[in-house]
């Protein structure tokens, strides 16, 4: 929201707590975060009418950023860690499994599309599917910790474990989510921003997490 105000763009943000909320406001982005297993079925539940209408927003090429139980719920199913399956929205065909070791460090990616992403990561779920991802793993665990990819990236939509957070370490992401918005919208180019700071933060942090070693952390019980 800041980088549209400082650009002159008007924003309304609408928080959804109903399908109504969604349907009658429309969206340019949308976000959904993430939560514990019980609090996110619930959510996914209340989500289940707007269903079709996210379908219909992903491949007309909204704007989409989804985190860690955001992203997990996009997919077909959540399996516990007693083999309990908790249905997802089914927006694209992929599932994630809990383990007990918790994957947990900060993570560095690089990406083709965006350069180097910085952030931190802790989720128990692996996430396992076949589209197109955020980037390399440089540093961490990524979707599961075997496969070294990190996150989903299809048409405008992101789907990431990358919480720590995300948009202020990676302005580029944030743009990119702006920018495709925009132009959707207006069918202008976006205009850039200043981002010396910006930059220099995200490589202090690259350079500060390079060569350090990530570790599985038990869950408490």
């Not at 079925?41 to 289940?48: E, F, Y």
């Amino acid at each position: 929201m800041k980088r549209c105000e400082w650009r002159g763009i008007n924003v309304r943000v609408v928080e959804i707590k109903n399908p109504d909320d969604a349907k009658n406001s429309g969206c340019d982005i949308f976000m959904i975060g993430g939560g514990s297993d019980r609090e996110q079925a619930i959510a996914t539940k209340r989500l289940a009418p707007l269903v079709k209408e996210i379908k219909a927003w992903v491949e007309d090429g909204v704007s989409g950023l989804t985190i860690c139980g955001g992203y997990q719920f996009l997919g077909d199913y959540y399996e516990t860690k007693t083999g309990e399956k908790l249905t997802g929205m089914g927006i694209l065909p992929f599932y994630t499994k809990a383990e007990d070791s918790r994957l947990m460090t900060n993570i560095l990616v690089e990406s083709q599309t965006f350069g180097r992403i910085v952030g931190f990561e802790n989720h128990g779920g692996r996430t396992y599917h076949h589209f197109p991802t955020l980037g390399k793993v440089v540093n961490g665990f990524g979707n599961n910790g075997e496969s070294g990819e990190e996150g989903l990236h299809y048409h405008n939509l992101i789907g990431t474990y990358l919480h720590g957070p995300i948009l202020p370490k990676n302005s580029q992401i944030a743009d990119y989510l702006i920018g495709q918005a925009y132009e959707r919208k207006t069918g202008r180019k976006l205009e850039p921003l200043p981002d010396e700071m910006e930059k220099i933060a995200n490589q202090t942090v690259w350079e500060r997490f390079l060569n350090t070693k990530p570790t599985k952390y038990a869950n408490e019980r």
